[in-house]
């Protein structure tokens, strides 16, 4: 059991409540996930400034970070060290690579930063300091582990491509042969967790020209388990459900905003709720929404 929680704004003018909103749906689900919490947020501009490669690291501070790359800015979150700079995404995974060997990567890309840690997922945001985060969208995720162990890497969200993330309520039975067909095909993975196995699908199929419903109906064609997955990038917003829709879940959605959560607790927070349309998603059907 894991709690799951989304919003993808429309509206500009809410822009500065982002991690206000996100924090108030995360404190909503905290039972669901008490051992570890992770959110990805886009736009932020202390964390993901406008023009700038973006990483999301663990396992190095941020003075190691900034003695490490030069013309970077490291920004700290708890366990997470965010890095941004003024190259190309390609470069500073690069350079990062170099300098920073022992470095975890748990994300990449513009406009987006992901934070990671262990513990009470309350705690853990107000250590992020999510409350004050801007920006047009945001992922959060309170872990109960099951198939590994708990550490900052195996919290979710798992964000393995540039600009993405998939957070999971649920289980794949069948993940570590999905796992040695991927690294077969020369992918390489973090964790143990069978939740990053499905963000490295989803990440393969967007890599070879998949759009995100596209990626998620051949995940729902190749997984078995049960699971609820939102998966976000740049410019969308996606949800899917198993075929027997054993993981709860529930859209709500308006002119301003479209929100997604494991509870509907975590969406009576949000402004303008009574005017919602809100529906559960129906089995394997993918649900997209983009800016």
């Not at 400034?49 to 970070?65: I, K, N, Q, W």
């Not at 796992?179 to 964790?191: I, K, M, P, Y």
């Amino acid at each position: 059991m894991c709690g799951i929680v989304g919003l993808h704004l429309r509206e500009p003018s809410l822009e500065p409540r982002l991690g206000e909103l996100l924090t108030a749906m995360l404190g909503q689900v905290v039972e669901r996930g008490p051992d570890s919490a992770g959110v990805a947020v886009y736009g932020d501009p202390r964390l993901s400034p406008p023009g700038r490669a973006v990483v999301s690291l663990l396992g190095v501070t941020p003075v190691e970070a900034q003695a490490a790359l030069p013309g970077a800015v490291a920004v700290s979150a708890d366990v997470t060290t965010v890095v941004h700079a003024e190259r190309s995404v390609a470069a500073l995974l690069a350079a990062v690579a170099d300098g920073l060997p022992h470095a975890t990567v748990i994300g990449s890309g513009t406009d987006m930063a992901v934070l990671k840690g262990t513990g009470n997922p309350v705690e853990l945001a107000d250590s992020f300091g999510l409350a004050g985060v801007t920006g047009w969208q945001g992922v959060g995720h309170t872990r109960m582990a099951t198939e590994s162990a708990v550490t900052p890497e195996g919290a979710h969200p798992f964000s393995v491509g540039p600009g993405q993330c998939l957070v999971h309520n649920g289980s794949f039975a069948n993940h570590a042969t999905i796992r040695r067909e991927l690294r077969a095909q020369g992918v390489d993975f973090d964790s143990e967790n069978d939740s990053e196995v499905g963000a490295r699908f989803v990440a393969h199929q967007l890599a070879q020209g998949a759009d995100p419903e596209k990626a998620l109906k051949l995940l729902c064609e190749r997984f078995d388990g049960f699971y609820t997955l939102l998966v976000s990038t740049g410019d969308s917003f996606a949800v899917v459900r198993d075929a027997i829709a054993c993981k709860p879940a529930m859209v709500a959605e308006t002119a301003d905003w479209v929100a997604m959560a494991s509870e509907y607790r975590a969406l009576d927070v949000l402004p303008g709720i009574e005017n919602a349309r809100i529906f559960e998603p129906e089995p394997e059907e993918v649900y997209v929404w983009r800016r």
